[in-house]
């Protein structure tokens, strides 16, 4: 329930301050971070690991 109550936290945040340029970036760190949980113990992950 807290987890709910934080994302709609952030979404309040960003349209009172019309900070919309915020989303993609959380969105992109979101979708980097599930990547490197779900590869990480498949042969992918080295070369995930080098990018950074």
């Not at 709910?4 to 969105?27: D, G, H, M, Q, T």
């Amino acid at each position: 329930m807290a987890k709910i109550r934080i994302i709609a936290e952030y979404f309040s945040f960003l349209k009172e301050n019309k900070k919309w340029w915020l989303f993609p970036i959380v969105i992109a760190l979101v979708l980097l971070g599930l990547l490197i949980v779900l590869t990480k113990g498949s042969a992918l992950a080295p070369f995930i690991y080098t990018i950074f």
